[in-house]
C-alpha cells in the first residue's frame, strides 16, 4: 500500500426479491449523490474488516463478503489518490429485518433497483466500472458463493528456542497479537466453522475467533506438520469435507501443508494448477488465502482467491 493514498472499502449489497437480483444504492445526504456503499479503513483493520463494517454503519445492514469485484482509483480534491476495494456482499432476509437505518445526516435513503437501474443511477462512473464487473459474475453464473480459506499459523516460538515436542511450540507475543487480529478479517467473509491442525501453534491461532464464533474448533492431526512430514497426512479427506459441506470455513495449517490444501481445493473444484496456487499458499505467518467457490456447482472451479494479512 502506498502511504500517501487514502484506502477505503465497500461493496456492492445484492439480494434476491421474488426470483429477481436487486442491488442496494446508497443517497448521500451531504454530497446530493448516488453511490455503493463505502467508507475510509480505521487503523487496525483489514481492508475487508471495512467493507463490512462501512456496510452496516451505512444501511444498518450486515454482511458476509463473496468475492471481490474490482478496486476503483480517482484523485480526491485534496490532490491524494483513494483507493477504494469492492466485494460482492449478499445481504439476507434476516440481515434485512434485524437493519435499524433511518435516514440521517450522513445517508438520506437507500434504495433497492435492478443492474439496470442501478447502472444509470450512479453518479461516478468508477462504480459503473464496479458495477459492470459486478455484472460479469451474474452473467457468469457465480453469484452465489461460499469461502475456503486457508490460514498459516500465527506467529510461534522457533524451533531452536523450544526444548519439547515440535507439535506443543506456542505462539509468541506477538502471535497471540495477531491471532486477536484475524477475528475480524474471517468474520468478514462469514467464517461459520473452524478446522485446525492439532498443533499448540495453530489452536493458539484460531482460539479467538472460535471465542467470537461460540463454537469449538475441529481438531485433526490429518493436517499436522508432524503428520505432513510423516507422510500420514490426508488433507484431501479434510478439503473434501469443507468443499462438499458448501459452508464458510477456515483450515489453519503449516507453511509445509499449504500447498497441498490448496492444491486439493483446486482438485475437488476441477480447477487447472497454476503459479496463482503457489502464490495463494506462500503465505506469510498469520496470513490467509480467501478461495472462494460456487454454492450452487463447487465443481465448476475456483472463482477467485485473494490473500489477507492482519496488521498486528
Known amino acids: 500500500m502506498s502511504k500517501h493514498a487514502v484506502y477505503a472499502a465497500g461493496g456492492v449489497v445484492w439480494r434476491m426479491v421474488d426470483g429477481k437480483l436487486r442491488l442496494l444504492l446508497i443517497h448521500r445526504t451531504k454530497y446530493r449523490d448516488i453511490t455503493l456503499p463505502k467508507g475510509k479503513v480505521d487503523p487496525g483493520e483489514m481492508l475487508a474488516e471495512t467493507a463490512v463494517r462501512e456496510i452496516a454503519e451505512e444501511t444498518g445492514i450486515r454482511t458476509a463478503l463473496g468475492v471481490p469485484v474490482g478496486v476503483s482509483r480517482y484523485t480526491m480534491s485534496s490532490g491524494r489518490e483513494k483507493v477504494v476495494h469492492y466485494w460482492a456482499a449478499h445481504a439476507s432476509d434476516k440481515a434485512i429485518r434485524q437493519s435499524e437505518f433511518v435516514p440521517n445526516s450522513e445517508i438520506a435513503a437507500l434504495e433497492w433497483v435492478s443492474v439496470r437501474k442501478a447502472r444509470s443511477k450512479l453518479s461516478y ?75 499448540v501453534r495453530c489452536l493458539q491461532t484460531v482460539t479467538p475467533f472460535a471465542q467470537a464464533l461460540d463454537r469449538p474448533p475441529i481438531v485433526t492431526e490429518l493436517i499436522s506438520q508432524d503428520a505432513w512430514e510423516d507422510g500420514t497426512a490426508d488433507v484431501r479427506s479434510v478439503v473434501g469435507k469443507r468443499v462438499r459441506s458448501r ?66
Not at 469461502?147 to 507439535?167: C, F, M, N, Y
Not at 481445493?265 to 494448477?273: D, K, M, V, Y
Open 125 to 199: 462512473p468508477v462504480d459503473v466500472e464496479i458495477l459492470d464487473a459486478f455484472a460479469t459474475l451474474v452473467g457468469d453464473g457465480v453469484l452465489h458463493t461460499f469461502p475456503v480459506i486457508a490460514l498459516r499459523h500465527a506467529k510461534a516460538t522457533p524451533r531452536s528456542e523450544w526444548q519439547g515436542p515440535d507439535a506443543s511450540r506456542p505462539l509468541t507475543d506477538r502471535g497471540m497479537a495477531q491471532a486477536r487480529a484475524l477475528v475480524g478479517g474471517l468474520q468478514a467473509f462469514g467464517v461459520r466453522r473452524v478446522v485446525s491442525s492439532d498443533a
Open 247 to 312: 459452508k464458510p470455513a477456515v483450515i489453519c495449517s503449516h507453511g509445509p501443508v499449504l500447498p497441498d490444501i490448496l492444491r486439493e481445493l483446486a482438485l475437488a473444484t476441477g480447477t487447472l494448477s497454476g503459479s496463482y496456487l503457489s502464490s495463494a499458499s506462500s503465505l506469510d505467518v498469520a496470513s490467509f488465502s480467501v478461495v472462494h467457490l460456487s454454492a450452487t456447482n463447487p465443481g465448476s472451479g475456483i472463482i477467485s482467491i485473494e490473500t489477507h494479512q492482519p496488521k498486528a
